[in-house]
């Protein structure tokens, strides 16, 4: 599993520090929160965009440090709090935020851990003075899952893509099922990559800004389609479970990502099955037993 590890050398922590606001562009300000581990690398990057009118994006943990930290960067102009999707390392914090700042809290729906304000959906756009931010619907990680795609006002910056879990810098992306769906994924990271104009720079959920979106967008489905056809080609001398998969998948794996890879192969097994390429009783049984079709 090394091309799911967090890999980030020591130049790249010194630009990732916890509490540092970094100016990215115009308009776009970041914030490391402090919950580094090896899922979520160096922590969850929160972002504050527009000068004026501010919208936050990923809070982050409820950490008031941090939440703290966010509204002082924001010198009393944060008007809304938006999360790419409910996971607890993105979106607890935004109920505690609103309560310092004020703000509308959005995202795609209510689930558990976390209620809005109100939704926002594909195609919704905010606008604050300098940026234009445009929702778009992204499900594969979780279902709720949104990135945001970023127009500066009046010419000046580029186009970015707030992009959360779903094109990270260091790694993959987990896929767990029955809320993280591969085939969806796999369709969300193609249709990003063909948004016009195209995407110049993406800010991730986690890790360093990503200057080549188009490339790490084609790395990221190209190692998706080589591990589906080692999962396929391993179930010829099947059958097997998801679990049973895992070392014959991954080289040198942490016990600690045994969960979380086993889970990736059932993502796999999953979409296989659909295109009826493996079968088995019962696809949403994580301890099924697959076979090639």
């Not at 809005?116 to 709720?144: C, F, K, Y």
Request: glycine fraction near 10%; charge should be negative; charged fraction near 25%.
């Amino acid at each position: 599993m090394r091309a799911e590890l967090w890999r980030w050398e020591q130049d790249d922590r010194s630009r990732l520090r916890v509490g540092e606001p970094v100016v990215l562009s115009p308009g776009v300000v970041r914030l490391l929160a402090p919950n580094a581990s090896v899922m979520t690398g160096p922590g969850t990057n929160t972002y504050l965009v527009g000068d004026e009118d501010r919208v936050v994006i990923d809070p982050g943990p409820e950490d008031m440090v941090h939440l703290e930290r966010i509204a002082t960067s924001g010198e009393g102009k944060i008007r809304y709090v938006v999360v790419t999707h409910s996971h607890r390392d993105h979106a607890p914090g935004a109920r505690a935020l609103a309560k310092i700042t004020g703000a509308t809290v959005l995202g795609f729906d209510e689930r558990p851990g976390f209620t809005p304000d109100g939704r926002i959906a594909e195609g919704d756009i905010l606008v604050t003075d300098s940026v234009r931010l445009e929702a778009i619907h992204t499900p594969g990680h979780s279902s709720d899952h949104l990135c945001f795609v970023a127009d500066p006002i009046g010419g000046a910056g580029v186009r970015v893509l707030f992009s959360g879990d779903h094109i990270m810098q260091g790694s993959t992306v987990v896929i767990g099922p029955p809320d993280g769906d591969m085939g969806d994924y796999l369709h969300s990271l193609r249709r990003v990559s063909a948004i016009a104009p195209p995407i110049e720079l993406i800010a991730p959920g986690h890790g360093l800004l990503i200057d080549d979106p188009h490339g790490a967008i084609d790395a990221y489905v190209a190692l998706r389609e080589r591990r589906e056809e080692s999962i396929h080609r391993a179930i010829l001398d099947g059958p097997l479970s998801a679990r049973e998969l895992v070392p014959l998948i991954y080289e040198e794996l942490p016990e600690a990502l045994t969960r979380h890879a086993t889970r990736s192969i059932w993502a796999h097994l999953r979409k296989l099955h659909e295109e009826r390429r493996v079968k088995t009783e019962d696809p949403n049984d994580p301890d099924a037993i697959w076979e090639r079709c």
